[in-house]
């Protein structure tokens, strides 16, 4: 099975790209999202530091923003109990498609959390990043603080891009990326 890791900035379309290229995809954001929404051990584990900031069910994401912007020292905290039950995940998702010919891990901490394996592709997502900028903005809860907390806890896009197999332009234009993902799959499958 070929693993295809897709790596770049927040935002900067990593996800919708992963999907494009229609094989299975291990999206560990959704994951986190789905462990935050269903897991009550997780929602336990997490009260249990957090008494005072997390005392509803589901997990409000928004809420873990303002704990780590409170203190950015309980960054670490949660990615401790969040990421062995990701990892967790991962590995169910790689047992289940390993007769597949190539899954592709959409995981914002990939290289970070060292799960790269040398046989894996991993593609870079080049977008600008006055784009990426106008494109989070939008989103719910956007925070430049947290954001700039996350790009100074992961290796520097340009790193990234660096040791990158492939890398592929995105300016945010569905019919282009759809190209694009057709082309990379083309080269690297068949």
Do not use: C, W
């Not at 891990?105 to 900028?133: A, H, Q």
């Not at 990158?164 to 019919?175: E, G, Q, Y």
């Amino acid at each position: 099975m070929i693993r295809i890791a897709v790596l770049g900035d927040i935002g900067s379309g990593k996800s919708f790209f992963a999907k494009q290229l229609k094989i299975p995809v291990f999206n560990a954001d959704q994951v986190v999202s789905d462990l935050y929404n269903g897991d009550k051990r997780l929602f336990l584990k997490l009260k249990k530091i957090f008494p005072k900031q997390i005392n509803s069910f589901p997990i409000n994401k928004i809420n873990l923003m303002e704990i780590i912007k409170n203190n950015e020292k309980n960054f670490k905290k949660i990615i401790k109990i969040v990421h062995p039950l990701v990892r967790e995940k991962m590995n169910i998702f790689l047992k289940k498609n390993k007769k597949q010919k190539a899954v592709v891990l959409d995981i914002p901490l990939f290289l970070e959390n060292k799960l790269n394996l040398n046989t894996d592709i991993l593609v870079f997502i080049d977008s600008k990043r006055s784009e990426i900028m106008k494109r989070l903005k939008k989103r719910t809860g956007f925070s430049l603080k947290i954001y700039n907390f996350l790009k100074k806890n992961q290796i520097a896009v340009d790193k990234k891009k660096q040791i990158a197999d492939f890398v592929i332009k995105n300016n945010f234009n569905s019919r282009t990326i759809k190209i694009e993902a057709k082309n990379l799959l083309n080269k690297i499958i068949i």
